[in-house]
T-cell receptor, first 112, second 108 residues
Framework: DSGVTQTPKHLITATGQRVTLRCSPRSGDLSVYWYQQSLDQGLQFLIQYYNGEERAKGNILERFSAQQFPDLHSELNLSSLELGDSALYFC???????????FGNGTRLTVT | GQNIDQPTEMTATEGAIVQINCTYQTSGFNGLFWYQQHAGEAPTFLSYNVLDGLEEKGRFSSFLSRSKGYSYLLLKELQMKDSASYLCAVIGFQKLVFGTGTRLLVSP
């Protein structure tokens, strides 16, 4: 158990809808990362937060947004969903930017 | 930008040794990670190299040459449970970018 909690585990929704994925980092970790992994694809970096502030941005679509709250949990919001957004979404946390990341078990999103 | 290359797939036999290579080109470098990922599961941390040289951790070792932009992960005494994807990731300018991973198949 990595100590990183992601909810929900599975999510099935229709095109055009909006969903929110939630992540609680390991106790003591200030950095939160979001990654997308499509079937048989690599991990695509979306965005990183450190202690509530956006630190780095990857190939995150404009339809996607995220935030990290004062209690350090983070939410990833996906809107106007398309079939191609179906993927595993992983959250990871670390103590600071250069420390090893610890991954949650992911949220499997299916858009129908 | 960052570019990370790994072989797509490798096969090996139980009990053998396998070396998975990773080459990278990055605009900033603060370290290189190796992760193991079983299908549909979360990646798990294996090793972290910041300085040149070999880091050994049980059956797994990882090597880094910063001047060559090169790393490898060495797995010894392979077991069936080592069948998984192995991800090389480079951190630079606060971004941790992953390669597409090497799928390792261990056969009896």
């Amino acid at each position: 158990d990595s100590g990183v909690t992601q909810t929900p585990k599975h999510l099935i929704t229709a095109t055009g809808q909006r969903v929110t994925l939630r992540c609680s980092p390991r106790s003591g970790d200030l950095s939160v990362y979001w990654y997308q992994q499509s079937l048989d694809q690599g991990l695509q970096f979306l965005i990183q937060y450190y202690n509530g502030e956006e630190r780095a941005k990857g190939n995150i679509l404009e339809r996607f947004s995220a935030q990290q709250f004062p209690d350090l949990h983070s939410e990833l919001n996906l809107s106007s969903l398309e079939l191609g957004d179906s993927a595993l979404y992983f959250c990871a946390s670390s103590i600071q930017g250069d420390s090893p990341l610890h991954f949650g078990n992911g949220t499997r999103l299916t858009v129908t | 930008g960052q570019n990370i290359d790994q072989p797509t797939e490798m096969t090996a036999t139980e009990g053998a040794i396998v070396q998975i290579n990773c080459t990278y080109q990055t605009s900033g470098f603060n370290g290189l990670f190796w992760y193991q990922q079983h299908a549909g599961e979360a990646p798990t941390f294996l090793s972290y190299n910041v300085l040149d040289g070999l880091e050994e951790k049980g059956r797994f070792s990882s090597f880094l040459s910063r001047s060559k932009g090169y790393s490898y992960l060495l797995l010894k005494e392979l077991q069936m449970k080592d069948s998984a994807s192995y991800l090389c990731a480079v951190i630079g300018f606060q971004k941790l970018v992953f390669g597409t991973g090497t799928r390792l198949l261990v056969s009896p």
